[in-house]
């Protein structure tokens, strides 16, 4: 009798019997609970369809095809998940789970990826698309250029000084102050000109007119006399050759419009309702 009163003051039995009436009391309650309509169906079907993905993916990972033994392995793992996740279904895990919800966005999102994937543009498409987008499809310009580094700050002595030695013959990439900037650089587009000196310098440089040494000119480092070798202005592309980046640019659009039309189509069939307060 004393072992039984020392048993029924233990916490750990209490919890174990807090947790049954919470499991009993949600079954009753549950949209899932038997006679409630909403139960999961109690028959997992392992189909074709399945076993031969399944196949497929292990196949993917291990190139070679399973052996008996693991086929079955692969059809009991499957069980299994689709227990636990009809379970946990059952039980609400699924409700205010962020990773989940997020998860579903994306496979939904993927599926209206795979259709508008499926579409294949008419050659009178794709050239109206590209009409319509034309600003987008410009071969970018491209510039090479010397540059004598002046220093974070500079006056017009300096400025003279080196102007004058180089006029006596005197080799540009000997002058100024040292610095681990490239002396000079080739035919090079935006990106990499402004990743190297500073953003904005690009369309400094490519602005400047004449072939002699300039400045000076402000980078992102400080000063330098610039000298332009090579200059190429920007263009439009023609449709061939922008076709690939238009062909994937109107898949893009396809797909956006039919998520936003899907989406549309989707909350229509619901009625919002927001609690005072919520803006």
């Known amino acids: 009798m004393l072992t039984l009163y020392r048993l029924m003051r233990q916490p750990l039995l209490h919890f174990l019997v807090l947790g049954a009436c919470i499991f009993a009391l949600y079954d009753l309650v549950s949209p899932y609970a038997s006679g409630g309509g909403g139960k999961p169906d109690s028959e997992i079907l392992v189909s074709r369809l399945q076993f031969d993905r399944m196949k497929t993916e292990f196949e993917a990972i291990w190139q070679r095809p399973p052996t008996s033994d693991e086929q079955q392995a692969l059809i009991e793992n499957f069980i299994r998940e689709e227990v636990l996740v009809r379970e946990a279904i059952r039980l609400g ?16 999102e993927f599926l209206a990826a795979s259709a508008a994937r499926s579409k294949t543009p008419a050659e009178a498409e794709l050239e109206a698309f590209f009409l319509d987008n034309q600003k987008k499809y410009v071969q970018p310009g491209r510039v090479a250029f010397e540059q004598i580094y002046l220093g974070r700050t500079t006056d017009e002595a300096q400025v003279e000084e080196i102007q004058a030695a180089l006029r006596a013959g005197s080799p540009a990439e000997e002058l100024g102050n040292r610095t681990l900037l490239p002396f000079s650089l080739g035919r090079s587009a935006p990106a990499k000109v402004d990743g190297i000196f500073g953003e904005g310098v690009f369309d400094s440089l490519i602005a400047l007119e004449g072939k002699d040494w300039q400045g000076p000119f402000k980078s992102g480092y400080g000063y330098h006399l610039v000298r332009i070798l090579d200059r190429q202005a920007p263009r439009h592309l023609t449709f061939e050759e922008a076709r690939k980046f238009v062909s994937e640019d109107w898949s893009l659009d396809q797909y956006n419009q039919l998520k936003d039309r899907q989406l549309e189509e989707l909350g229509s069939r619901y009625t919002i309702v927001r609690e005072k307060g919520v803006e």
């Open 93 to 108: 895990l699924d409700q205010d789970d962020a990773v989940l919800r997020r998860r579903l966005v994306q496979k939904m």
